[in-house]
C-alpha cells in the first residue's frame, strides 16, 4: 500500500470514529427537543419553545462544525492559513455561545488578556473549533453539583511558543492523561471523557479535528487558576492591521 | 404521590422530566450525580428511584453498588432510563435483579408518559 493510500485509509478510520461520537452527541439535543415539546403539550406551558429552538439551533452548529472538520480535513497538502484577528473570533464565538450558556445556567467570560498580533489560522474553522469546544465546557459545569452558577471562560494568553486559547473552566479530574484517553476511545465508548461529561463529547474531538487542520492541537492548559483544553497559534509575521 | 429520586446529568431533561413528574402528582428530588443522590438518599429515603446509568465523574452503576450496599436502601425500587441501550447493559440480568432494578427503559425511545406510566406500575407493586 503507498503512503498515500496509507493516510487516505487513517483519515476514512478517523472520519468514521468522529462520525460515531458526533451521532451519539445528536441524540441528546434531540432527545431534549422531543421531550421538551412533549412536556410543552403535557402542561401547555409555551414558553418551552423558546428553549426548544435554542436546543435546535446550537445542535445545526455542532452538525455544521462536524462538516467544516471534514471539509479542511479533505484538503490536499496543507490549508492555507491566513492572519486572523483572534480577539475578533473569540468575540463571534463568545456571542454565538451566550444563549446556551444561559440555558444551562453558567456563566460564560470572555477574557483576553491584553492585545494580540493577529495569528495564522482558518477564521471559519478557528471559530468552529472554539464553538465546539464551548458546547462540551458548558455541558461539563451544568453537570456538576454547584451552589451557584459557575463560570466557563473563553480565554486567551501569551506563553513562549505563541498565542494560547481555548475554554477554561473549575473542573475537577480534567487531566492531559484523561483526555489522552478520551482520545483514544472516541468513537467507540459511549462516554470517552468520563470525568469531563456525561455524553461523547463529539466537541471537543471536533475542535480537535478542526485544529489539527491548522497544524496545531487541543492540550491541557491553565489559565489564570482554572484548568482547560487549549490550542497555540503562531502570530503572523505581517503587520498587525487586522483586531 | 410518591417521593422520587431523579438522577439526571442533564439540567434541560432533568428539569423537564421532573416538570412531567410533577405533572402526573408525584415530589421529585432531583440530582445530576451519583454522588449528590447518595448524600440526598441520606437525608430523605425516596419511595423509588430514577436513574441515568451514564453519569459523569461515577456512574449509576457505581451508585447502585453503594446504594444497595445499605440496609436500609435494600428493597428502594429503582427505574434505569438511560442513554445505555438494554442490548448493551453491562451487567447481567441476574445482577439487575439482584440490584433491584425493576424496570429499563432506553432513552431515546421512552416518552414522558411511558416513564410516569412506569413509575405508577412499579408503586403499585409495592404497596
Redesign the interface.
Given at each position: 500500500m503507498s503512503a498515500g493510500a496509507a493516510r487516505s485509509r487513517q483519515q476514512g478510520g478517523v472520519n468514521e470514529r468522529l462520525l460515531q461520537a458526533v451521532a451519539e452527541q445528536m441524540?441528546?439535543p434531540?432527545?431534549?427537543i422531543a421531550?421538551?415539546a412533549?412536556?410543552a403539550h403535557?402542561?401547555g406551558d409555551h414558553s418551552l419553545i423558546e428553549?426548544i429552538e435554542l436546543?435546535a439551533d446550537s445542535a445545526l452548529r455542532l452538525l455544521d462544525n462536524y462538516l467544516l472538520s471534514t471539509k479542511l480535513a479533505r484538503v490536499d497538502g496543507s490549508l492555507q492559513l491566513e492572519p486572523v484577528s483572534i480577539a475578533a473570533v473569540m468575540n463571534d464565538t463568545a456571542h454565538q455561545l451566550s444563549r446556551l450558556a444561559d440555558?444551562?445556567?453558567c456563566e460564560l467570560e470572555l477574557h483576553l488578556s491584553g492585545r494580540y498580533a493577529p495569528v495564522m489560522a482558518h477564521r471559519a474553522g478557528l471559530e468552529a473549533a472554539l464553538a465546539s469546544l464551548g458546547y462540551v465546557f458548558i455541558?461539563?459545569q451544568?453537570?456538576?453539583?454547584r451552589k451557584r452558577r459557575p463560570t466557563i471562560k473563553l480565554a486567551a494568553h501569551r506563553s513562549k511558543n505563541g498565542i494560547v486559547a481555548g475554554m477554561f473552566a473549575d473542573i475537577e479530574?480534567l487531566s492531559m492523561d484523561m483526555y489522552r484517553r478520551g482520545r483514544g476511545l472516541y468513537g467507540h465508548a459511549?462516554?470517552p471523557l468520563?470525568?469531563?461529561?456525561?455524553?461523547s463529547g463529539a466537541g471537543v474531538f471536533v475542535a480537535d479535528s478542526l485544529l489539527q487542520s491548522m497544524a496545531t492541537r487541543l492540550r491541557l492548559a491553565h489559565h489564570q487558576k482554572l484548568s482547560g483544553l487549549a490550542a497555540t497559534f503562531t502570530p503572523s509575521n505581517q503587520l498587525s492591521l487586522v483586531r | 404521590m410518591a417521593n422520587v429520586l431523579l438522577v439526571e446529568p442533564d439540567i434541560l431533561l432533568g428539569k423537564t422530566y421532573m416538570a412531567a413528574l410533577e405533572i402526573a402528582g408525584h415530589q421529585v428530588q432531583w440530582r445530576r450525580t451519583a454522588q449528590t443522590a447518595i448524600r440526598s438518599v441520606d437525608a430523605k429515603s425516596p419511595d423509588l428511584i430514577i436513574l441515568e446509568l451514564q453519569l459523569a465523574m461515577h456512574n449509576g452503576i457505581e451508585f447502585l453498588y453503594e446504594f444497595r450496599s445499605y440496609n436500609d436502601w435494600q428493597t428502594v425500587p429503582v427505574i434505569v432510563l438511560s442513554h445505555v441501550q438494554p442490548a448493551l447493559r453491562a451487567v447481567s440480568p441476574m445482577l439487575w435483579e439482584q440490584l433491584h432494578v425493576v424496570a429499563y427503559h432506553y432513552k431515546p425511545l421512552t416518552k414522558l408518559n411511558d416513564i410516569i406510566r412506569s413509575v405508577d406500575r412499579v408503586l403499585a407493586l409495592a404497596i
Open positions: 441524540k441528546l434531540l432527545l431534549q421531550r421538551r412533549e412536556l403535557l402542561s428553549g436546543t440555558q444551562y445556567e455541558e461539563a451544568s453537570t456538576r453539583p479530574g459511549k462516554q468520563t470525568q469531563l461529561v456525561s455524553t | -
